[in-house]
Protein backbone atom coordinates (compact mmCIF):
# COMPACT_ATOMS: atom_id res chain seq x y z
CA UNK A 1 0.00 0.00 0.00
CA UNK A 2 1.19 3.46 -1.05
CA UNK A 3 1.94 6.38 1.75
CA UNK A 4 -1.17 8.12 -0.39
CA UNK A 5 -3.27 5.36 -0.37
CA UNK A 6 -2.66 4.85 3.23
CA UNK A 7 -3.61 8.39 3.82
CA UNK A 8 -6.96 8.05 1.97
CA UNK A 9 -7.98 4.89 4.40
CA UNK A 10 -6.94 6.24 7.22
CA UNK A 11 -8.80 9.72 6.42
CA UNK A 12 -11.57 7.49 5.39
CA UNK A 13 -11.49 5.83 8.97
CA UNK A 14 -11.36 9.16 10.53
CA UNK A 15 -15.09 9.99 8.24
CA UNK A 16 -16.48 6.98 9.64
CA UNK A 17 -15.44 7.49 13.22
CA UNK A 18 -17.02 10.66 13.35
CA UNK A 19 -20.30 9.79 11.22
CA UNK A 20 -20.57 7.03 14.13
CA UNK A 21 -19.63 9.90 17.45
CA UNK A 22 -22.94 11.66 15.58
CA UNK A 23 -25.03 8.91 15.82
CA UNK A 24 -24.35 7.88 19.38
CA UNK A 25 -26.88 8.94 21.86
CA UNK A 26 -26.73 11.77 24.25
CA UNK A 27 -25.74 10.40 27.43
CA UNK A 28 -23.26 11.43 29.61
CA UNK A 29 -21.10 7.88 28.80
CA UNK A 30 -21.51 8.03 25.37
CA UNK A 31 -20.73 11.74 24.99
CA UNK A 32 -17.83 10.99 26.64
CA UNK A 33 -16.91 7.97 24.57
CA UNK A 34 -17.98 9.77 21.35
CA UNK A 35 -15.09 12.65 22.51
CA UNK A 36 -12.55 10.47 23.32
CA UNK A 37 -13.17 8.17 19.98
CA UNK A 38 -13.90 10.81 17.80
CA UNK A 39 -11.28 13.94 19.41
CA UNK A 40 -8.54 12.21 20.39
CA UNK A 41 -8.00 8.79 19.19
CA UNK A 42 -9.90 8.01 16.00
CA UNK A 43 -8.77 11.06 13.74
CA UNK A 44 -5.68 11.01 15.80
CA UNK A 45 -4.79 7.78 13.34
CA UNK A 46 -5.13 9.94 10.53
CA UNK A 47 -3.40 12.94 11.53
CA UNK A 48 -0.66 10.94 12.82
CA UNK A 49 0.02 8.67 9.99
CA UNK A 50 0.29 12.01 7.72
CA UNK A 51 2.42 13.30 9.90
CA UNK A 52 5.14 10.31 9.83
CA UNK A 53 4.83 10.92 5.82
CA UNK A 54 7.02 13.70 6.63
CA UNK A 55 9.60 12.37 9.29
CA UNK A 56 12.62 13.38 9.20
CA UNK A 57 14.61 10.29 10.00
CA UNK A 58 13.63 6.49 10.19
CA UNK A 59 13.80 6.82 14.27
CA UNK A 60 11.36 10.28 13.53
CA UNK A 61 9.54 7.51 11.36
CA UNK A 62 9.40 4.90 13.91
CA UNK A 63 7.86 7.24 16.83
CA UNK A 64 5.04 8.55 14.75
CA UNK A 65 3.75 5.13 13.34
CA UNK A 66 3.94 3.79 17.40
CA UNK A 67 1.68 6.73 18.15
CA UNK A 68 -0.48 5.66 15.02
CA UNK A 69 -0.49 2.36 16.66
CA UNK A 70 -1.51 3.45 19.58
CA UNK A 71 -4.01 5.27 18.41
CA UNK A 72 -5.61 2.80 16.39
CA UNK A 73 -5.67 0.26 19.65
CA UNK A 74 -7.24 2.85 21.71
CA UNK A 75 -9.55 3.59 18.77
CA UNK A 76 -9.97 -0.23 19.24
CA UNK A 77 -11.15 -0.02 22.87
CA UNK A 78 -13.63 2.66 22.68
CA UNK A 79 -15.33 0.75 19.40
CA UNK A 80 -15.31 -2.25 21.84
CA UNK A 81 -16.72 -0.95 24.79
CA UNK A 82 -19.84 0.80 22.73
CA UNK A 83 -20.53 -2.94 21.32
CA UNK A 84 -19.97 -4.47 24.97
CA UNK A 85 -22.28 -1.73 26.68
CA UNK A 86 -24.70 -2.10 24.37
CA UNK A 87 -24.85 1.34 22.82
CA UNK A 88 -24.41 -0.05 19.43
CA UNK A 89 -24.45 -3.71 17.68
CA UNK A 90 -21.72 -5.54 16.44
CA UNK A 91 -23.02 -5.58 13.31
CA UNK A 92 -22.87 -1.57 13.20
CA UNK A 93 -19.55 -1.78 14.87
CA UNK A 94 -18.46 -4.67 12.22
CA UNK A 95 -16.59 -2.69 9.65
CA UNK A 96 -14.89 -0.04 11.81
CA UNK A 97 -13.95 -2.77 14.32
CA UNK A 98 -12.14 -4.37 11.10
CA UNK A 99 -10.89 -1.44 10.13
CA UNK A 100 -9.01 0.10 13.09
CA UNK A 101 -7.73 -3.78 13.62
CA UNK A 102 -6.60 -4.24 9.43
CA UNK A 103 -4.87 -0.54 10.02
CA UNK A 104 -2.89 -1.17 14.06
CA UNK A 105 -1.49 -4.17 12.22
CA UNK A 106 -0.43 -2.60 8.78
CA UNK A 107 0.95 0.27 10.80
CA UNK A 108 2.80 -2.61 13.20
CA UNK A 109 4.33 -4.25 10.00
CA UNK A 110 5.55 -1.02 8.77
CA UNK A 111 7.15 -0.33 12.05
CA UNK A 112 8.57 -3.89 12.36
CA UNK A 113 10.57 -3.29 8.51
CA UNK A 114 11.55 0.35 9.39
CA UNK A 115 13.16 -1.37 12.18
CA UNK A 116 14.72 -4.14 10.52
CA UNK A 117 13.02 -7.28 11.55
CA UNK A 118 9.92 -8.41 14.24
CA UNK A 119 9.40 -7.27 17.52
Known amino acids: MTPAQMKNRTK ?6 VNLARKL ?10 RQMMIKSG ?6 YRSSCRA ?13 EEEGD ?18 AAAALLDEADQTV ?15
Do not use: Y
Open 12 to 17: AFATQI
Open 105 to 119: RIVVASINTARGGSR
Open 43 to 48: TSVAAN
Open 56 to 68: KSKADFISKMTTV
Open 74 to 91: ETLLWLELLVSTETVTAT
Open 25 to 34: PRDVASVEIA
